[in-house]
């Protein structure tokens, strides 16, 4: 079973079923409405997805899709777009435990962030740069 949670901790859910695809998506409205380089997402049937606890909160993000947030603490949970029907496309950090998903594909390549090709090159701290 696959969970899923908030930083608060109000939002809980689980999904039945399997996980369709898990994709980076490198586009521009991803970038700016997450505020991150680039944004990872697991897309699961919507019939799969079940909350649990807490309360979401829905804001239109572009023409076709819509963002859900915990209503109490802003954490992205899951994005709906009317060109994917059905499906709920996860933000990957929402979920429980990330380690066994590993990213299939790029999608939006062309607006895609040169460094990122580099990022496993820079020194990395095992937490935070003293
Ligand atoms: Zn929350
Ligand atoms: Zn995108």
Same mark, same amino acid.
């Given at each position: 079973?696959?969970?899923?949670? +908030?930083? +608060? %901790?109000?939002?809980?859910?689980?999904?039945?079923?399997?996980?369709?695809?898990?994709?980076?998506?490198?586009?521009?409205?991803? *970038?700016?409405?997450?505020?991150?380089?680039?944004?990872?997402?697991?897309?699961?049937?919507? !019939?799969?997805? @079940?909350?649990?606890?807490?309360?979401?909160? !829905?804001?239109?993000?572009? @023409?076709?899709? *819509?963002?859900?947030?915990?209503?109490? +603490?802003?954490?992205?949970?899951?994005? !709906? !777009?009317?060109?994917?029907?059905?499906?709920?496309?996860?933000?990957? %950090?929402?979920?429980?435990?990330?380690? @066994?998903?590993?990213?299939?594909?790029?999608?939006? %390549?062309?607006?895609?962030?040169?460094?990122?090709? *580099?990022?496993? @090159?820079?020194?990395?701290?095992?937490?935070?740069?003293?």
């Amino acid at each position: 079973m696959i969970t899923g949670s +908030c930083n +608060c %901790g109000a939002i809980k859910y689980q999904i039945t079923g399997k996980i369709q695809k898990t994709v980076n998506c490198h586009c521009n409205l991803c *970038r700016k409405m997450n505020g991150s380089a680039f944004s990872t997402y697991a897309a699961v049937l919507q !019939s799969n997805f @079940e909350l649990i606890s807490g309360k979401l909160a !829905s804001f239109k993000v572009s @023409e076709n899709a *819509r963002k859900h947030l915990c209503h109490q +603490c802003a954490t992205p949970i899951y994005n !709906s !777009s009317s060109n994917y029907v059905g499906l709920n496309i996860l933000h990957i %950090g929402s979920l429980d435990s990330v380690d @066994e998903l590993i990213p299939e594909v790029n999608i939006y %390549g062309e607006s895609k962030l040169q460094w990122l090709s *580099r990022i496993s @090159e820079l020194p990395t701290f095992d937490q935070s740069m003293k």
